[in-house]
């Protein structure tokens, strides 16, 4: 049986019941955040195939043993029998049950999923960065357009770059307006796991100029005037963000550190403590014992932040596996209408262990 129920409303007795589909990079870093969340329950995990690491996850001590493992279709269901895992049912056999997927699905296979199986069963669903732009009305991050989410059927999380540049973008123009933008990313060439992927001693420009990024940034901020340009470099961890902007008033560069302080899921990080690399980022990340040493937060470093002749500059790091985890759990408090933006944002960040 399906609900939906108001904020003015008090809190729902029966909690969301959450399928995450796809259950690869972001899939299963999902899963395992929607699993630690105290009012919504993980009903289930869904694929099509042991790829993407869906063995190691349901291990007796593998973080989702246990969860429920459902099919995203009937090939799927008799393909991963053959792989020798118990398959409760097809999805669309226990659509009914169901009030939203996740969708962490390839590119492409995400509006199949919604054509064939999310719309006719009436299913609620949020989609990932690689999908397409027209796939839902809401472009989303939870920081900068929150609201833009609540009640919505179809909303699609931005990719890992957008939500970096959101964020912390999102943090100047609230507080110091931004004139316009100029963003230079450099880009990991693929995840750990990806190795087919490159370059692998080559650093590869996107000749189209401005890149992609900038347009999609505007589908979540649509007043912010930004142009992006692109790079493609041969590392697994983390993408790196030069930013100017142009501000619409002179500020302190101080202020511009605390207002990077105050917003979630920005951290400041010191060159001078010795953290002047991604590499010894994510090194910091595994010396704190990070699960999978992601780092969900946007590492500003703090000695990058620098105020000249009304232009703002600062360099940050992106943990393109994990960032935009926190958002898609957000994501689903919207779209239920269970909590507003502080209050999702808090609820999520102290089930993870972000600052
Ligand atoms: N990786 C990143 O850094 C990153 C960052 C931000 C956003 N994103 C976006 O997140 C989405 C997922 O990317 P990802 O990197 O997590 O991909 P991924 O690691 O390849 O995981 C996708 C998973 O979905 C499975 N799958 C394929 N067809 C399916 C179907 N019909 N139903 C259910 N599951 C199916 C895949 O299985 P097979 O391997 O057998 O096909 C795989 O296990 C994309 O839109 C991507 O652009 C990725």
Known sequence: ??????????????????????????????????????????????????????????????????T?????????KQNLEDQGFHVNAVLEDVADEIDVVVDCTPPGIDAKNKENLYEPNNIKAIFQGGAPKDIAPVAFNADANYEDARGEDYVKVVSCNTTSLSRTLSAVDENFGIDHVVANLVRRGGDIPQDS????????????????HGPDV???????????????????????????????????????????????????????????????????????????????????WEETVTVEDGTLYWIHMVHQESIVV????????AMFEMEDKEGSISKTDEALNLR
């Open 1 to 66: 049986m399906k609900f939906l129920f108001k904020l003015t409303e008090p809190f729902p007795v029966k909690m969301v019941k959450v399928v995450v589909n796809g259950v690869g990079t972001i899939g299963k870093r999902v899963a395992e955040a929607v699993k630690r969340q105290e009012d919504m329950e993980l009903y289930g995990i869904s694929d099509v195939s042991q790829n993407g690491g869906l063995r190691t996850v349901l291990k007796p001590e593998g973080p989702l043993h246990g």
């Open 68 to 76: 429920d493992l459902y099919a995203s279709n009937r090939d799927g």
């Open 197 to 212: 992927r490159g370059p692998i001693n080559s650093t590869v420009p996107v000749t189209d100029v401005p890149s992609h």
């Open 218 to 300: 505007q589908a979540v901020l649509p007043d912010l005037d930004i142009k992006t340009l692109a790079v493609k470099v041969p590392v697994t961890y983390g993408h790196v963000h030069m930013v100017n902007a142009e501000l619409e008033a002179d500020v302190d560069e101080e202020d511009v550190k605390q207002a990077f302080r105050d917003q979630p899921r920005v951290s400041l990080v010191k060159a001078g403590h010795g953290y002047d690399s991604t590499g010894k980022i994510h090194e910091m990340m595994r010396d704190l014992e990070r699960p999978r040493s992601d780092m969900p937060e946007a590492a500003v």
């Open 326 to 333: 926190p958002d898609n759990v957000d994501a689903i408090r």
